[in-house]
């Protein structure tokens, strides 16, 4: 098959990553003789530079003429400044919008390899296996009014975090869908102790849950399910929750693993193909990302883990072409190279052969082609 895919590496060590991801994809369009083509362009940080804008518009209209987008990471220290008011991040969600996005699905699963490196008792690790769907373009990253000023009493700021009924009810059907095909638990997180838009998420998911009545829906307060992610994650198979409690539990959910450098995730406009069939071509792409952000620390020293990176092209293969055979290949090339031994700084613990960035890109894309 062809495909044009979009590829966003944005600031610090969002290029390293997706380059290798970009090399193992390569590895699969040889071996399963694809004709995958890549083009590029600026977003975050250093599209301010160049653009003064954090998303131009010739990014856009190119992601618009793709047929998926692999992006990086955005942000940095050179952009911290509270002051200004375009920031790296506008680019990321201003593609989240623009594309209809509103599905982020971001799994957890723990490789055996790599149990010793979480700094969770062990016991508690067996069988972890979840995912996460977080609602991607409401809540309060988006709600108006957003604004800081200053008055006579002092500076004051304001976020407004606000849902409507169809934004809740088609990402609450997207968990459904997914459960169904998993383990048939659904974990809807809110604060509805507190909170008024928690009130509706739970009134709707109740709701629907009558639709999905194969489903079982566990209601859950979004404090608890952060205690209970560390001390007993297990428990969790699907996960549905609103914008900002699913950026703050998901990157959570990276501890259990170890390193939030081995966490993919997958921006969709709706629900992930369950039939084996690939999406239907035509419309806005999707987007495929690791969770972790630009790590300006360790930027251009060649240690990131690309592996998120590489996962989150594993999940573009499967949900955006329907390629699962190939999807597959990546997921167990990439299980291989660690059984053997191999790993990146963040995931070395106590042993293990500690290689760098593009060294580990080559070990993954080496084992696809054998």
């Avoid at 992601?63 to 920031?87: C, H, Q, T, Y």
């Avoid at 459960?179 to 048939?184: D, G, V, W």
């Avoid at 190939?326 to 090339?333: K, M, N, P």
């Avoid at 053997?340 to 613990?349: F, N, P």
């Amino acid at each position: 098959m062809e495909a044009r895919i979009a590829v966003l590496g944005g600031d610090g060590i969002g290029p390293e990553v997706t380059a290798e991801s970009i090399r193992v994809l390569d590895a699969v369009a040889e071996r399963f003789e694809h004709d995958f083509t890549y083009v590029g362009g600026r977003v975050g940080g250093n599209a301010i530079d160049e653009f003064g804008t954090a998303l131009p518009q010739d990014t856009l209209n190119l992601v618009l003429g793709s047929d998926a987008v692999l992006f990086g990471a955005v942000g940095g220290p050179k952009w911290d400044n509270p002051e200004i008011d375009i920031r790296p991040e506008d680019g990321i969600l201003r593609l989240r919008k623009n594309l209809g996005l509103f599905a982020n699905i971001r799994p957890c699963k723990i490789y055996p390899q790599l149990i010793g490196t979480s700094p969770i008792k062990q016991d508690r690790l067996e069988g972890v296996d979840f995912v996460i769907i977080r609602e991607l373009t409401g809540g309060l990253y988006f709600g108006k009014p957003k604004r800081k000023w200053e008055n006579s009493r002092g500076r004051r700021a304001v976020d407004t975090l606000a849902y409507t009924e169809k934004e809740i009810e088609r990402v609450v059907r997207v968990a459904f869908e997914l459960a169904r095909t998993r383990k048939k638990i659904l974990h809807s997180l809110d604060k509805m102790n507190v909170m008024e838009t928690s009130r509706l998420w739970r009134e709707i998911a109740s709701e629907l849950s009558v639709e999905f009545h194969d489903v079982e829906v566990v209601h859950m307060l979004a404090d608890n399910a952060a205690m209970q992610m560390i001390t007993n994650p297990s428990v969790f198979d699907v996960i549905v929750t609103e914008n900002t409690f699913g950026d703050i539990l998901s990157d959570e959910s990276a501890v259990i693993g170890g390193s939030l450098g081995m966490i993919p995730s997958a921006s969709l406009a709706s629900s992930p193909p369950t039939d084996g069939k690939k999406r239907r071509r035509g419309g806005k792409p999707a987007l495929y990302e690791p969770i972790h952000g630009s790590a300006p620390d360790i930027a251009g020293r060649g240690i990131a883990n690309p592996i998120g990176s590489i996962l989150s092209a594993s999940m573009m293969l499967r949900w955006s072409f329907g390629l699962h055979e190939e999807a597959d290949a990546i997921e167990t090339s990439i299980n291989n190279a660690l059984s053997d031994g191999y790993r990146t700084v963040d995931i070395a613990g106590d042993g293990g052969n500690v290689m760098g960035t593009s060294q580990i890109g080559d070990m993954i894309a080496g084992r696809i082609r054998m």
